[in-house]
């Protein structure tokens, strides 16, 4: 008993410290400034042909000048017919990756950009109108080295598409708060500007080139220690980047082994204490449910903890959330996360078509 509520009192004093920092990033506005940065998007992908005409109609309605910005593509030895679809694009730069993963895509891509701004992309993501005008006033009132962008799923009917949603806004909850409260240890690769020089000061990927995830919160942490300060987060929904959930049970639980991976390479002290923290909720949660009787108390401040850090978070995402999927999310969760801390010290986990080892 006594444990359960000690546990119960630190996760709700931390969704309070969770909610009170990401409120105190300010909204962002999009004006109509000079367009005076110049960006590179970088757009690595393998195997998106199914989701590459979003991307591509997106970017063509972009409202920037043509001559202010440049994508390139960088095709990781795709099998589909990915390439041929970018191929037909006239204002796309096509290359072929210089080596195989994400990371030398990205670096390859990186390498051959010819602008200060260097904004990596998903391959199936969608963007806003005015996202290059939002990040070029942003960057001239701010004066940042790395920008975390805002993501989210596309919106969806289905009940693991909500229950990724409710898990994605939670996660980007802690992005806004842990940069606001200046220790940033998260970021999505779907949604993340740098300078290139700053890239390059910090050597990019070296060290973690061979690890096959991790280009964002790796990239992230070199950034934090070498510019303390200026990592911002762009509380805009002009520059909201929506992307796509997993397509299925399988596909997800493997695709946070992969994410998982990452905290075995080092990370923030925050990070290592936080992962404690959720340790210790959900191994409780599970057990109270066991034992509901006596604990029904834990479970419901922590459903209602849970459904007020959302709601306030997606004051600012707008996503449509289907809220009678919530009461079941909350109930198959901590078995989900279970089966993801298992199987994650199995030593291995799919993307791609491809295994690979964490």
């Known amino acids: 008993m006594t444990v359960l509520v000690i546990i119960g009192c630190i996760y709700t004093l931390w969704v309070i410290w969770l909610l009170i920092y990401q409120n105190r990033i300010s909204y ?12 590179s998007i970088v757009i690595p992908f393998k195997n998106e042909a199914e989701h590459l005409p979003r991307l591509l109609y997106s970017l063509n309605k972009l409202n920037y000048p043509l001559e202010h910005f440049e994508i390139i593509a960088v095709d990781d030895h ?10 037909r694009q006239k204002n796309i730069k096509l290359v072929k990756s210089s080596g195989n993963g994400k990371k030398r895509a990205l670096q390859t891509g990186i390498t051959m950009a010819q602008y200060e701004w ?42 693991s598409g909500q229950f990724q949603q409710f898990e994605f806004l939670c996660l980007q909850a802690l992005t806004m708060a842990s940069c ?11 949604n993340l500007i740098f300078r290139k020089q700053s890239f390059e000061t ?14 964002d919160v790796f990239l992230l942490q070199k950034f934090a220690q070498k510019f303390p300060g200026k990592i911002k987060f762009l509380k805009s929904r002009s520059a909201i980047v929506k992307t796509q959930a997993a397509s299925n049970w399988k596909s997800l639980i493997q695709q946070k082994i992969r994410w998982a991976s990452k905290s075995k390479k080092g990370g923030q002290t925050m990070a290592k204490l936080l ?24 479970i419901a401040v922590k459903f209602l903890v849970d459904a007020l850090c959302l709601s306030q978070t997606n004051r600012f995402y707008r996503a449509r959330l289907l809220w009678w999927y919530y009461p079941l999310s909350f109930i198959v969760y901590p078995f989900y ?19 690979f080892k964490t």
Not at 31 to 38: A, G, I, R, W, Y
Not at 78 to 87: G, L, P, T
Not at 128 to 134: C, E, F, K
Not at 202 to 215: C, E, M, Q, R
Request: charged residues 20%; glycine residues 6%.
């Open 78 to 87: 795709s099998v589909d017919e990915s390439f041929e679809i970018i191929k």
């Open 337 to 355: 996360w279970l089966v993801v801390f298992v199987l994650a010290f199995r030593g291995k986990y799919q993307w791609k078509g491809q295994t």
């Open 28 to 39: 962002y506005k999009t004006k109509e400034t000079v367009p005076v940065s110049k960006f």
């Open 180 to 190: 606001s409260m200046g220790k940033p240890f998260l970021a999505n690769g779907a």
């Open 275 to 298: 992962s404690i923290l959720m340790m210790l909720v959900h191994l409780s949660l599970l057990y109270a449910l066991f034992n509901f009787k006596e604990f029904y108390w834990f």
């Open 202 to 215: 910090v050597k990019g990927y070296k060290d973690n080139l061979d690890i096959a995830s991790g280009d």
């Open 118 to 159: 260097i904004v990596s992309l998903d391959a199936d993501c969608e963007l806003q109108q005015d996202y290059l005008q939002t990040l070029n006033g942003f960057i001239v009132e701010n004066q940042p080295e790395m920008i975390l962008g805002p993501v989210r799923y596309f919106d969806t009917k289905s009940f």
